[in-house]
T-cell receptor
Framework: EAQVTQNPRYLITVTGKKLTVTCSQNMNHEYMSWYRQDPGLGLRQIYYSMNVEVTDKGDVPEGYKVSRKEKRNFPLILESPSPNQTSLYFC??????????FGSGTRLTVV | QKEVEQNSGPLSVPEGAIASLNCTYSDRVSQSFFWYRQYSGKSPELIMSIYSNGDKEDGRFTAQLNKASQYVSLLIRDSQPSDSATYLCAPDHLYNTNAGKSTFGDGTTLTVKP
């Protein structure tokens, strides 16, 4: 089944404790992207990758890191999470010119 | 001005009626547009893609694109309670002024009342 797999689905962590949210797609898509969704603010892009080893900042990249060493994986790293990074996170992938396939989401709470 | 603006909601229609969702965009370079449906607490799901001016129909859904007016719409005919969701409009991430960056509208929440 064609899908984007995110893990974990839910995560509660403490301020400053490094964490990684994994994202993997099995559709051989070139493009991958991370978003956060907050009430009243909609979907905002954090980072995106046009292909392997090519990443760039979206609208809200502060406090996040990404890497794209393989085509299928695009992990999101929070080196030192803070409470303002509490949010619902989505990973998405797309073939060039097509719409996105989203992962199921990761609900992150930083206390 | 926001890059993508959607008609403010929430929108409420009776079952069986036509729901009309609208979206305007500011980047004239954008070529293709996508509509996503997001149920509460779930991830967005692609429901319609439109790549050229005019109408595109898929079952009860019709997407309309007018590049001259920078306007995209989604019509849902014979609305069903299961259509109750938030609908997001987004241009293609590749063919825009900042290739790769993607922007979504804030979404219009639709409620279909039985």
């Amino acid at each position: 089944e064609a899908q984007v797999t995110q893990n974990p689905r839910y995560l509660i962590t403490v301020t400053g404790k490094k964490l990684t949210v994994t994202c993997s797609q099995n559709m051989n898509h070139e493009y991958m992207s991370w978003y956060r969704q907050d009430p009243g603010l909609g979907l905002r892009q954090i980072y995106y990758s046009m292909n392997v080893e090519v990443t760039d900042k979206g609208d809200v990249p502060e406090g996040y890191k990404v890497s794209r060493k393989e085509k299928r994986n695009f992990p999101l790293i929070l080196e030192s999470p803070s409470p303002n990074q509490t949010s619902l996170y989505f990973c998405a992938s797309a073939r060039t010119g097509d719409g996105y396939t989203f992962g199921s989401g990761t609900r992150l709470t930083v206390v | 001005q926001k890059e993508v603006e959607q008609n403010s909601g929430p929108l409420s229609v009776p079952e069986g009626a036509i729901a009309s969702l609208n979206c305007t965009y500011s980047d004239r370079v954008s070529q293709s547009f996508f509509w996503y449906r997001q149920y509460s607490g779930k991830s967005p799901e692609l429901i319609m893609s439109i790549y050229s001016n005019g109408d595109k129909e898929d079952g009860r859904f019709t997407a309309q694109l007018n590049k001259a007016s920078q306007y995209v719409s989604l019509l849902i005919r014979d609305s069903q309670p299961s259509d109750s969701a938030t609908y997001l409009c987004a241009p293609d991430h590749l063919y825009n002024t900042n290739a790769g960056k993607s922007t979504f509208g804030d979404g219009t929440t639709l409620t279909v009342k039985p």
